[in-house]
């Protein structure tokens, strides 16, 4: 008998009928004589329609009352998916995130585990019970409700997992596991049967969407083995672990294409020591994530600095850089928005050489320009024009031979 924990999305739980399929897989779970944990996410779009109410309701909504509205998103429906399991015959109780034992820090919108205490959700499973929890919800230790962030729900169900002591977490989407590379890119994509974790977050690092980087951060520190599954094909998935059994063969094991980077080039900055710890310092506290840098070789004393960053932060980067622009002295600030990185990953690049080579040669013969390159012990990366990535993802696919 296996205890299992076993977190549903959004788009699993999207509607009654979604519930009532969810319901039944968790009865023929059980029927193998396995114990189950359920972890879930708000219904479908509720996140977005509540996250558009606040903002039609006020400009600057404070956190904490973020965190009350997104969070009742869960509470709906772990009451619901608990109805659903009830009405197959499955005992079920429902719990918030407080009320499973999850204690976070005071940070809203975004909150951190610090503890978890799942003493009422272990009861209640031993009492032959479904425990329901709602996901990426905890309470802070002054005593509020907090929200983790999108995509929470995953670390939830992994902490939970880990605080139970369960044999496995299963992680259900509306993907059949991890592949090789995206398949609406690459149609010769293939779901891999194992990846380890380092990979793995090697390539959620890179822009890989699913399951959620941080989950697989506690779960590596933790030991907690996970497995990507399908909610609509209910077919063996992905599975996590500490190490594949033939990783030394398995060179690269993913392409990760990735269109929500952008770059920003700050030019004429002086070349002198503690001049680059300023403006990323500024750029650190003005709440911008900063990925790929590269600084050019001073002439004349100065220098450029090129750096990549979400998307989502350009704008915000932008500005802040610009404002240094007036104090620091630079010459000029400037932007593209139209890039893209493609990223390979796989634990035995470390050991075999040739493998950027292969990259660098595969898009040079593809006509694809790099223009800047970042690397761990792992994976490489190259920025180069939005509109090659996905001839690059492809190419690149077919020279390591993935599709095969």
Not at 147 to 173: P, Q
Not at 308 to 313: C, D, G, I, R, W
Not at 361 to 373: F, Q
Request: glycine share 8%; proline share 4%; with cysteine.
């Amino acid at each position: 008998m296996a205890l299992l924990v076993q977190k549903f999305g959004g788009t699993s739980v999207a509607d009654p009928v979604r519930m009532r399929e969810v319901a039944d897989h968790v009865k023929k779970t059980r029927s193998r004589g396995d114990q189950v944990v359920l972890v879930v996410s708000a219904m479908g779009k509720e996140t977005d329609e509540l996250l558009r109410l606040a903002k039609d309701v006020s400009s600057t909504p404070p956190g904490r009352e973020m965190d009350m509205l997104i969070t009742a998103g869960e509470r709906k429906a772990i009451a619901l998916m608990c109805m659903a399991l009830n009405e197959v015959g499955v005992p079920a109780d429902s719990f918030t995130g407080s009320q499973a034992g999850f204690v976070t820090d005071t940070n809203h919108r975004n909150a951190k585990i610090l503890s978890v205490d799942p003493y009422r959700v272990r009861d209640s499973v031993d009492k032959g019970r479904v425990a329901v929890v709602a996901g990426a919800q905890g309470m802070s230790t002054d005593s509020n409700v907090t929200f983790l962030g999108r995509g929470g729900s995953d670390t939830t169900a992994v902490a939970l997992a880990h605080g139970l002591g369960a044999d496995a977490c299963e992680l259900y989407t509306d993907v059949s596991g991890v592949f090789t590379t995206d398949p609406r890119v690459c149609p010769s994509a293939k779901r891999m049967e194992s990846i380890s974790f380092d990979e793995l977050l090697e390539m959620t690092a890179v822009g890989c969407p699913k399951p959620v980087m941080r989950s697989v951060e506690v779960a590596r520190s933790f030991g907690v083995p996970l497995h990507v599954r399908s909610a609509f094909t209910w077919e063996p998935g992905t599975w996590v672990v500490e190490e594949v059994q033939d990783m030394e063969h398995a060179v690269i094991k993913g392409i990760v294409p990735d269109v929500s980077q952008a770059k920003l080039t700050i030019s004429g900055v002086r070349d002198e020591p503690g001049l680059a710890a300023r403006v990323f310092r500024t750029l650190a506290d003005a709440g911008v994530l900063v990925d790929m840098i590269v600084q050019n070789v001073g002439d004349h004393a100065k220098t450029d600095i090129s750096f990549t960053v979400p998307l989502e932060y350009f704008d915000v980067a932008q500005s802040t850089c610009e404002e240094m622009a007036k104090s620091m002295g630079f010459s000029s600030v400037t932007g593209d928005k139209n890039l893209a990185r493609v990223s390979v990953v796989g634990a035995g690049m470390a050991s075999n050489p040739g493998v950027a080579a292969t990259m660098f040669e595969t898009l040079a013969s593809s006509s694809i320009n790099i223009e800047m390159i970042s690397t761990s012990p792992i994976r490489i990366s190259c920025v180069v024009a939005e509109k090659d990535v996905d001839r690059a993802t492809v190419a690149l696919h077919e020279a390591y031979g993935l599709g095969n």
